[in-house]
């Protein structure tokens, strides 16, 4: 099965930015969304991007401070996180959304990333 890809990842402080970059292997005719998994921790939603990069949605512990975008030309999906918190250090994945625009089950993604790691240090 063909997997996204998921880089940038790395350390940064407390109150730092990141942006993390996925290469939508299946294309750009699927919604988007990123997870992230903590150590000991379930694999949680994190944010959705929809096939025109217009529409996003998020959850409450980022809404406000990630990011979703895409750039279609170049298959690419991007999470911007910015104010990063020692909590939201995590193995981030990105993943194509096979069931209707909403979906934030693990179950309702597809073709998973093998993951990018992100820790913030306090």
């Known amino acids: 099965q063909v997997q996204a890809v998921e880089s940038g990842g790395g350390l940064v402080q407390a109150g730092g930015s990141l942006r993390l970059s996925c290469a939508a292997s299946r294309g750009t005719f699927t919604h988007m969304g990123w997870f992230r998994q903590a150590p000991g921790k379930d694999r949680e939603f994190v944010a959705a991007i929809s096939v025109s990069g217009t529409r996003t949605y998020y959850a409450d512990s980022v809404q406000g401070r990630f990011t979703g975008s895409r750039d279609n030309a170049k298959n690419m999906v991007y999470l911007q996180m910015n104010s990063l918190k020692p909590e939201d250090t995590a193995t981030y994945y990105c993943?194509?959304?096979?069931?209707?625009?909403?979906?934030?089950?693990?179950?309702?993604?597809?073709?998973w990333g093998q993951g990018t790691q992100v820790t913030v240090s306090s």
């Open positions: 993943a194509h959304m096979t069931r209707p625009w909403g979906s934030q089950r693990e179950a309702e993604f597809g073709s």
